[in-house]
């Protein structure tokens, strides 16, 4: 197993701890992880973007030209990485704010109305929980039990009363993930 | 089993000094590598192992304090990036000449100047050739990974005592911000002056006992032929060091016909380059210098027979494919292929250039 996924969008909504508790929750599942900010060719400003990748074995390159998955929650993004998505991989977005809608054929294709959904249930702070997910429903390559230890690794204990919050986040998230035909 | 964590490059560097019983820390801030500093004081290691850490005013003032504390047989670093190190040179030369152990980390951003805060190699000359005045070398490292950030601080450590000479982490800002799983080894404790001197030598400025002659450390000999003498004596560790301490990797290199060779961020996109290539049925392989000081130059000469040419590939203008190519010495095509100023190459972008100087 190999995924190299690029999560982005604006700074401040969680993309880089988001990356984070992906790629803790593949080492409390003995994977190699890698996690990279904004960094590299993919590089152009004005948006805050992060590849993991988990992997059975070594990770050689953290710079991507193409990745298995890209999670978008921002226009710019959504115009960034659409087209460097592999044949036959995945683009999960929040609808929300976007106006040109994905046009690929050869990718499948998912949206998560987590803005929307977060603000309705007044969760507005889990939004990026709600995302994280919608993608795990879709690509189920980590244990539930490993993805809430990686949780807690990742969040100062100060905030480990939260955790029951975002476990249900990541539920809500895996409740309203739909396909885009 | 040792605890996994998921740490930054630069994270990893300072847990392994309190673990590595480092006795202090003199720095001063500036990015990408300014998480060292920023853990060490989190960790508070001087309630817990004694080390010292300490904010200095400058970074002139930080390497003159890592002189301070090595005359006395202490194991002191300190971390910096590019024009940091560059105002450290005076002092890291100084030490080189004083034979004096240190353990010195560049996360080197783009440059020349202030540059940017973007990932590049462009300090190899100044970490492998002597960014300082005169005859010197020093030992340096390229970790790969999170993981060998973590690790080299304790080979680092070794090494600079084993040759009482100043030792080099030379990373970049890509491995120094990028989180990777990282094993925890156990805990060294801090050694005693008692225990530095029988397990290096007498040398430590330390208070001298009636039954000795004081110890004097100093890079001043005004005399010519001293200080030729001197000047011998550090060529041969240099020689020593050339003979025992190569390091280094080779990814696929069995039946290549081609070889990259690329050290630290670069050689990690190389070996997804090395992937691709063996893909589409490309023979080629990495080798990857661990030392850059010293350098693997007899692994190169070894693979002289089986190849047909290599690509030196770094973030710099070019500057190790100097090495390359005296390794090689003609007997073989030694091609480069670069990007600067913080832009960073994909693996893909590696093997067009590769395919485009060979004619593939």
């Known amino acids: ?181 | 089993m040792a605890e996994k964590l998921l740490k930054k490059g630069n994270e990893a560097i300072a847990l392994a000094a309190i673990r590595y019983g480092a006795d202090g820390y003199f720095g001063y801030p500036i990015t990408p590598q300014s998480e060292v500093m920023e853990t060490l004081m989190e960790e508070m290691p001087w309630e817990t192992t004694g080390m010292v850490v300490l904010q200095a005013e400058s970074e002139t003032s930080s390497i003159n304090m890592l002189y301070g504390g090595a005359c006395c047989g202490k194991k002191v670093m300190t971390s910096s990036s590019s024009p940091g190190i560059s105002l450290m040179c005076e002092g890291i030369s100084y030490m080189a000449g004083a034979e004096l152990p240190c353990l010195l980390v560049n996360v080197i951003r783009g440059g020349p100047g202030l540059g940017t805060i973007q990932p590049a190699q462009g300090d190899y000359f100044q970490a492998v050739k002597g960014g300082g005045h005169g005859d010197y070398r020093i030992i340096v490292l390229a970790p790969a990974s999170v993981q060998e950030m973590y690790d080299f601080v304790g080979l680092g450590f070794e090494l600079a005592f084993k040759y009482r000479i100043p030792t080099m982490i030379l990373s970049d800002g890509a491995i120094g911000q990028m989180m990777e799983k990282v094993e925890l080894r156990d805990s060294v404790r801090r050694l005693t002056d008692q225990e530095i001197a029988e397990k290096y030598g007498h040398w430590a400025t330390v208070g001298k006992p009636a039954n000795r002659k004081g110890n004097i450390i100093s890079s001043l000999s005004l005399a010519a032929s001293e200080m030729e003498a001197i000047n011998l004596r550090l060529q041969e560790k240099y020689r020593t060091i050339e003979k025992n301490e190569i390091r280094y990797e080779k990814t696929m290199c069995e039946d290549a016909e081609y070889l990259l060779v690329a050290f630290g961020s670069s050689s990690r996109i190389c070996e997804g380059t090395v992937e691709i290539a063996r893909e589409k049925g490309i023979r080629l392989g990495l080798l990857r210098p661990i030392t850059l000081f010293p350098y693997p130059t007899p692994v190169i000469q070894e693979m002289l027979p089986q190849l047909k040419g290599i690509m030196s590939v770094e973030l710099n203008s070019g500057q190790m494919v100097e090495d390359v190519r005296l390794a090689v010495n003609g007997a073989v095509p030694v091609e480069f292929y670069g990007r600067m100023g913080g832009s960073i190459f994909s693996p893909e972008e590696v093997l067009k250039a590769f395919a485009e100087k060979f004619n593939l």
């Open chain 1, 1 to 181: 197993m190999k995924e190299e996924l690029i999560i982005a969008g604006f700074g401040g909504q969680g993309v880089l701890s988001m990356g984070k508790i992906l790629a803790y929750s593949g080492i409390m599942q003995n994977k190699e992880v890698t996690w990279m900010p904004s960094y590299g060719p993919e590089m152009r400003g004005g948006t805050a973007n992060v590849t993991v990748i988990i992997s059975d074995k070594r990770i050689s390159s953290p710079i991507l030209q193409w990745c298995d998955t890209a999670i978008v929650l921002n226009q710019q993004s959504m115009d960034k990485f659409e087209p460097i998505i592999r044949k036959g991989g995945l683009l999960l977005y929040d609808p929300n704010g976007i106006s040109r809608h994905p046009t690929r054929k050869d990718i499948k294709i998912y949206s998560i109305a987590a803005t929307d959904l977060a603000n309705r249930m007044e969760m507005s702070r889990t939004f990026n929980m709600m995302v994280l997910g919608a993608y795990l429903k879709l690509k189920p390559i980590l244990d539930k039990e490993n993805v809430l230890q990686g949780l807690k690794k990742s969040l100062p204990e100060r905030h480990h009363h939260l955790i029951p919050l975002n476990e249900k986040a990541i539920e809500v998230g895996k409740e309203h993930v739909k396909e885009v035909v």
